[in-house]
């Protein structure tokens, strides 16, 4: 599992900043993240407006696309904000078959 305890992206209706923290579990296939890329690709949301259900599924979307991995589970969970605390969950698993 790797753990981004300081994600941030910005509300598209408020423009006020949202914080969170992005929980990765994957099993790889032939491939694996590359740590300091999905950092810089993690940092790349911090001016972006965007919904935290969006921010989740773009996520799992993008890695699934770039790493093929056998399963993924990506949770976001967000800071408080309005007195509501959000934490979304997006998963994938493989259709491959068995042998």
């Known amino acids: 599992m790797h753990v981004a305890p300081e994600f941030t992206s910005v509300c598209p209706k408020t423009g006020q900043p949202d914080f969170g923290t992005i929980r990765l579990t994957y099993v790889p296939d032939k491939l694996c993240v590359e740590l300091k890329s999905y950092k810089l690709y ?3 949301f911090r ?3 965007i919904f935290y259900e969006d921010v989740t599924n773009q996520l799992l979307d993008d890695l699934v ?3 093929r991995p056998r399963s993924m ?3 976001t969970e967000w800071t408080p904000r309005g007195g509501l605390h ?12 068995r042998r």
């Open 42 to 44: 993690l940092q790349s």
């Open 47 to 49: 001016q972006r407006g």
């Open 65 to 67: 696309a770039v790493l």
């Open 73 to 75: 589970t990506v949770v």
């Open 86 to 97: 959000s934490v979304i969950t997006a998963e994938f698993r493989s259709p491959r078959k």
